[in-house]
Structures are given as C-alpha cells and as structure tokens.
C-alpha cells in the first residue's frame, strides 16, 4: 500500500480541516438563522446541544459513506491513516457502509425532535412528524441489530462494554441529581435534557473504548 511522507500527510489534514471548517460555518449559520426566526429565548441549552451533536453525527457518517463509497479510496485512505495496515477485505466495507448508514441517521433523527418542536406544528403535524421520527427509529435500531450480528467480536465487545459504561455511569449521575432535586437542592430537568446528556456520554464512553480497543483510528 502506498506510504505518505509527513508533508503529505500534514497537507491532507490541512485540507480535511478546511473542509470541515466551511461545511461546519454553513450548518452553523443556518441553524443560528433558523434558531433566531423562531426565537432564541425559546430554544433550551440541551435542544441546542442536540442540534451540535445530530450535525457532528451526520458529517461523520456522511464522511464515512463518502470514502467507502469507493474500495480504492478506502484503501487510500486506510494507507493514510494507518501505514502499514493490510487492505480491507469486502465483507469490512460492508460493516463500514453500514456504520456510515447508522451514524448518518442517527444525526437527524436527534436533531428532528427539537426542531419540529419550534415550526409551530398542528395537533396533526407533530403526529406526523413523531411518526417520522419513530420509523427512522426502528431502521436505525433495525441497521445496529444487523451490524452486531454480522460484526467480529471486537466489534461486539467495544458495543457491549460502552452501553455497560454508559448505563450504569447514567443510572448513577441520574441517582444523584434526582435526589438533590427531591431535596430541592438543585433544579429538575427535563427528559430532553437528560437525553441529550445520556446521547453525549455515550458517544465519549464508546469513542474512548473504541479507541482503547484499536477501533476508530481512520
């Protein structure tokens, strides 16, 4: 596979950067605009938080799905990011595809609910729009199930462990502050709140494990 020199390697971030500045700037502008038309006194820390992540999710499957859209650039990629590293065989590129899929999906489907809830939607409309929701939902759910049934055990192991980290991690946090707010010693949340939270403690716990685990070098 083909090796990069430190220049290369130091332009292609470079570029990567720039790319991701501008793609970044734009969503950043049109959400604000968005966020301002519809009143931004209106809009909570954790509805926004959620919009940040959903696009952060979105743009990292969308990168995924770009570059494994093709097998050489895959490949090129993988010789970048990891000198060395052996080809990856076609049943990888599915997994990768698939994960690309489900991150990509996952995005929207955090952000929708906040957003919807700010169009002034009718009685029919946020049923609808719940509907929505709740279908791209069950493909995403559907998508995960196929790709641990169909990943190695690393794979597996890295799901397993995050989501252990993550819930019993939440329960506790949850424990704590719940009873604080029973003592009225701190303010209540709401569930949006606590979801957005349990959403970023997530993707920190799994990123880290991943990482730990030789996972996510790409």
């Known amino acids: 596979m083909t090796e990069f020199t430190r220049a290369q ?3 292609r971030h470079a570029v990567e950067a720039l790319i991701g500045g501008m793609i970044g700037a734009g969503f950043g502008f ?3 605009s968005f966020v301002d038309s519809t009143g931004f006194e209106q809009w909570t820390i954790a509805e926004l938080a959620s919009l940040g992540i959903g696009f952060m999710l979105l743009f990292m499957g969308g990168f995924v799905l770009v570059m494994s859209a093709s097998e ?3 490949r090129r990629l993988v010789a970048f990011r990891q000198p060395g ?3 990856p065989d076609r049943d990888s590129m599915l997994a990768v595809r698939r994960q690309g899929v489900i991150i990509a999906l996952t995005g929207p489907t955090l952000a929708a609910p906040p957003v919807l809830a700010h169009l002034g939607l009718g009685d029919d409309g946020r049923a609808i729009a719940a509907a929505g929701v709740m279908g791209a939902l069950a493909v995403q759910s559907w998508l995960n199930w196929r790709l641990y049934r169909t990943s190695d055990e690393l794979v597996r192991q890295v799901a397993i462990v995050a989501g252990a980290v993550c819930f019993w991690g939440a329960q506790l946090a949850l424990f704590i502050w719940a ?3 029973k003592l009225w ?4 949340v709401d569930s949006w709140t606590l979801l957005t939270l349990v959403m970023a403690a997530y993707l920190v716990a799994s990123s880290w494990i991943g990482l730990r685990r030789g996972l996510g070098q790409l």
């Open 30 to 32: 049109g959400m604000a």
């Open 72 to 74: 050489d650039r895959w």
């Open 9 to 11: 390697r130091w332009r």
């Open 85 to 87: 590293s052996e080809p």
């Open 185 to 188: 010693l701190v303010a209540d």
């Open 179 to 181: 009873t604080l707010a």
